[in-house]
């Protein structure tokens, strides 16, 4: 599975929209990048995934570049709940490899 | 609404015990995993079961076991708890296709003294 690189740690206020960045540059074709939060002392929660295309969902949207080597997730209006560690994995499209690597992540904090 | 649910949030226990973690879903659900997490390291894979009855190891499966006998249900097993053990503990369960989502439950916070 490739690696993603993202900033230890990023600061956003209240209301404005947060984007968070991630590097993939070691992504292969089939790879999905997924993202995923974890608010303190709780079990990780899935976010958004996408292989090529930009996406939405009701939590956030994931940009993909179009040479697929980064990708930024946008809370579009961050709020103080959205203070959590954002974790950017890549992983392989091909059944059987069922494994995600998780990395440090990014450490948001909305600020009031 | 779906859910895994990890038998226990919190849990003591003493060094040389063994240590039963359960973890349940209702999601149907082929794919269970137990990570730990540890502050600096992140979340580390131990074991993961694609089916009932099977298991792989993970990244770190040194000093613990797993059992899937039913396929909403998967154990992990500290056969000889150590201190450096103590540890939080995640079990997630996901969709054998891609793309698929991890749903992960609220964690086990061991601790061994």
């Known amino acids: 599975d490739a690696k993603t690189t993202q900033p230890p740690s990023m600061d956003c206020a209240e209301g404005r929209a947060a984007n968070l960045p991630c590097n993939h540059s070691?992504?292969?074709?089939?790879?999905?990048v997924y993202w995923y939060r974890q608010i303190h002392s709780q079990g990780p929660q899935y976010i958004i995934h996408g292989l090529k295309n930009n996406e939405t969902n009701e939590m956030a949207s994931l940009i993909i570049t179009e040479d697929r080597k980064s990708s930024t997730l946008i809370l579009p209006h961050a709020t103080l709940r959205d203070t959590a560690v954002y974790y950017c994995i890549v992983r392989g499209g091909v059944s059987g490899t069922y494994k995600y690597i998780f990395g440090t992540g990014t450490r948001l904090k909305v600020l009031a | 609404d779906v859910k895994v649910t990890q038998s226990s949030r919190y849990l003591v226990k003493r060094t040389g015990e063994k240590v039963f973690l359960e973890c349940v879903q209702d999601?149907?659900?082929?794919?269970m995993f137990w990570y730990r997490q540890d502050p600096g390291l992140g979340l580390r894979l131990i074991y993961f079961?694609?089916?009932?009855?099977?298991?792989e190891k993970g990244d770190i499966p040194e000093g613990y076991s797993v059992s899937r006998e039913k396929k909403e249900r998967f154990s992990l097993i500290l056969e000889s708890a150590s201190t450096n053990q103590t540890s939080m503990y995640l079990c997630?369960?996901?969709?054998?296709?891609?793309?698929?989502?991890?749903?992960f439950g609220s964690g086990t916070r061991l601790t061994v003294v």
């Open positions: 999601m149907d659900h082929e794919n």
């Open positions: 070691t992504i292969s074709g089939n790879e999905y």
């Open positions: 997630a369960s996901s969709p054998r296709e891609e793309p698929y989502g991890y749903t």
């Open positions: 079961s694609y089916d009932v009855k099977m298991k």
